[in-house]
C-alpha cells in the first residue's frame, strides 16, 4: 500500500524557512516523479513543485520559483521541499503527491499524503 | 498558463440524484484531464484520469467525458458519501499543471 507522510510544517514569520519532507513508502520510491500541492485555509489546489524520479528535472509554480527548491533523496525515500522567504499566502496545507506513471513527470497525482500545516505570520 | 473553469461552483442535490459537473480549458488540452474528489479535512483523491478512466475502485456511478477544451463530470445516482468539492485539473505538457477553482457539492 503506498503511504506518503508530511512532516515539518508549523508557524514561521514572514521572511523566514522551512523544511518539508515526505516519507514514502509501500513502492519503489525512485521508480516515480513527486510533487507538492497546496491548499490555502478555505480555497482550492494549487501545484507547487514536481521532480522526476532520478531528481534531474524539477519543475516550480511562477509563485515560489526562486524561493522554493524541491529536492529528493532516493536511498531514503523521501521528498523535500525548502522553502525560504516565506510569506503570509504560502500559509496552506501543503501535501506531496505520487505520479501514477514513472519516472517522467505526468501532472497527474495518483497517491497523496495527509498533509502538513504552514503558517506564516508574525 | 492553462486556465481551468468549473462550473457550478456549488451544487444541492438529493440522495439518488444524477449531477453533472462541468470543466472548460482555455486552450486544447486533448485528453488531458483529471478529477479529483476532496472531502473535508482529507487530502484529494484521483477519480478519474486523462478524461475518462476510472481509477481503480472508484464506483463506476462516475463517469468522466469530454475532449478539447469541454469536459463533464457525471455522477449518475448520488450517495450520502458523494457529498464533497470535486476538481478538475488539466496534465497537458508542462507544469504548472492547473486545478479549477473547485464545485461544493451539498446534500439538499
Known amino acids: 500500500e503506498v503511504q506518503l507522510l508530511e512532516s515539518g510544517g508549523g508557524l514561521v514569520q514572514p521572511g523566514g524557512s522551512l523544511r518539508l519532507s515526505c516519507a514514502a513508502s509501500g513502492f519503489t520510491f525512485n521508480n516515480y516523479a513527486m510533487s507538492w500541492v497546496r491548499q490555502a485555509p478555505g480555497k482550492g489546489l494549487e501545484w507547487v513543485s514536481g521532480i522526476s524520479g532520478s531528481g534531474g528535472m524539477t519543475f516550480y509554480a511562477g509563485s515560489v520559483k526562486g524561493r522554493f527548491t524541491i529536492s529528493r533523496d532516493n536511498s531514503k525515500n523521501t521528498l523535500f521541499m525548502q522553502m525560504n522567504s516565506l510569506r503570509a499566502e504560502d500559509t496552506a496545507v501543503y501535501y506531496c503527491a505520487k505520479d501514477p506513471i514513472g519516472k517522467r513527470y505526468s501532472g497527474t497525482y495518483a497517491n497523496w499524503g495527509q498533509g502538513t500545516l504552514v503558517t506564516v505570520s508574525s | 498558463d492553462i486556465q481551468m473553469t468549473q462550473s457550478p461552483s456549488s451544487l444541492s442535490a438529493s440522495v439518488g440524484d444524477r449531477v453533472t459537473i462541468t470543466c472548460r480549458a482555455s486552450q486544447s488540452i486533448s485528453n488531458y484531464l483529471n478529477w479529483y474528489q476532496q472531502k473535508p479535512g482529507k487530502a484529494p483523491k484521483l477519480l478519474i484520469s486523462?478524461?475518462?478512466s476510472l481509477q481503480s475502485g472508484v464506483p463506476s456511478r462516475f463517469r468522466g467525458s469530454g475532449s478539447g477544451t469541454d469536459f463533464t463530470l457525471t455522477i449518475s445516482s448520488l450517495q450520502p458519501e458523494d457529498f464533497a468539492t470535486y476538481y478538475c485539473q488539466e496534465s497537458y505538457n508542462t507544469p504548472p499543471n492547473t486545478f479549477g477553482q473547485g464545485t461544493r457539492l451539498e446534500i439538499k
Open positions: 486523462v478524461a475518462s
